[in-house]
Nanobody, 125 residues
């Protein structure tokens, strides 16, 4: 089992940058693929980015590609989401997720067994 705690959300202006952090505890961090999802008010949870166990492979939603970067630090048991050139449409609750099922589609929420409590990101114009 792994526990995930997100931090780093907050209020930003369009064009700003934010870095979200997901601290993992429990089983060996290196056995988990990590991902970020987000959910805006009135919308379904959507995939943002995912990273392989080694960190060598990353996946992004088309809407965030080239602006957001997912990374991980095995020594710190932490995953990150660097968010640049923020837009109002990035406003959402951002969730960190983890799975050992590396062979499944990492863009699907149902692939993930563990979720954090979420951190709010609000981008104003």
């Amino acid at each position: 089992q792994v526990e995930l705690v997100e931090s780093g959300g907050g209020l930003a202006q369009a064009g700003d940058s934010l870095t979200l952090t997901c601290a993992a505890s429990g089983r060996t961090f290196s056995t988990y693929c990590m991902a970020w999802f987000r959910q805006a008010p009135g919308k379904e949870r959507e995939f943002v980015a995912a990273i392989s166990r080694s960190g060598g492979i990353t996946y992004y939603a088309d809407s965030v590609k080239d602006r957001l970067t997912i990374s991980r630090d095995g020594a710190k048991n932490t995953a990150y989401l660097q968010m640049n050139s923020l837009k109002s449409e990035d406003t959402a609750v951002y969730y960190c997720a983890a799975t050992t099922k590396y062979y499944f589609n990492l863009r699907l929420a149902r692939t993930y067994d563990y979720w954090g409590q979420g951190t709010q990101v609000t981008v104003s114009l």
